[in-house]
């Protein structure tokens, strides 16, 4: 069964500090891995997106990496602001199929 | 353009009401589904629909109904309420190509009690 493991589940950070989010998959075949922002009361909306080949993919002070042999991958956020409190989403496609796995989010709070 | 409309944004049912949860969007995707998200869950595929007259069950289908019958619109339909159906609801479309982004609505909020 295809599976996203995201952790920490939830994480608390300064504003202006860096912090690191993680994402582990087994979905196979793999096509694309997408980092979804959802604010408060709010739809997922995307960030970025990972295919096979792309090591490294930054959006700002977004920046994702992928290893797709060992089937992780990160979200760095450098500079946090308050606007970057959010649940980040880790989702990621299986080649030929419409239906993405979703992981159960980080919980991102920055404190001013 | 608007994107992925859900109506109602707010609702509350009482135990064994029936209601129709609206799902709309005007970026002639084919793709459309439905999750439900609770606290420490993540999000849940409920049905989801590859086009006109075709749906299909996710992870969580019991209790709810999906119709299909144009390419606008993707209802939810609950039976007869829970409160295990207290949950929020997104709709979402994709548009077909296999890195596509899914497009979501703002989420209705339905409280069963």
């Known amino acids: 069964k295809n599976q996203v493991e995201q952790s920490p589940q939830s994480l608390i950070i300064l504003e202006g500090k860096n912090c690191t989010l993680q994402c582990n998959y087994t979905v196979s075949p793999f096509s694309n891995l997408r980092w979804y922002k959802q604010d408060t009361g709010r739809g997922p909306v995307s960030l970025t997106i990972m295919t096979f080949s792309e090591n490294t993919k930054s959006n700002g002070r977004y920046t994702a990496t992928l290893d797709a042999d060992t089937k992780q991958s990160s979200l760095h956020i450098t500079a946090s602001q308050l606007s970057d409190s959010a649940s980040y989403i880790c989702?990621?496609?299986?080649?030929?199929?419409?239906?993405?796995?979703f992981g159960r989010g980080t919980s991102l709070i920055v404190h001013p | 353009n608007a994107g992925v409309t859900q109506t109602p944004k707010f609702q509350v049912l009482k135990t064994g009401q029936s209601m129709t949860l609206q799902c709309a969007q005007d970026m002639n995707h084919e793709y459309m589904s439905w999750y439900r998200q609770d606290p420490g869950m993540g999000l849940r595929l409920i049905h989801y629909?590859?086009?006109?007259?075709?749906?299909d069950q996710g992870e969580v289908p019991n209790g709810y109904n999906v119709s299909r019958s144009t390419t606008e619109d993707f209802p939810l339909r609950l039976l007869s309420a829970a409160p295990s159906q207290t949950s929020v609801y997104f709709c979402?479309?994709?548009?077909?190509?296999?890195?596509?982004?899914?497009?979501f609505g703002q989420g209705t909020r339905l409280t069963v009690v």
């Open positions: 979402a479309s994709i548009p077909p190509g296999g890195t596509s982004e899914a497009f």
């Open positions: 629909s590859v086009g006109a007259g075709i749906t």
């Open positions: 989702v990621v496609s299986e080649g030929g199929s419409y239906i993405p796995t």
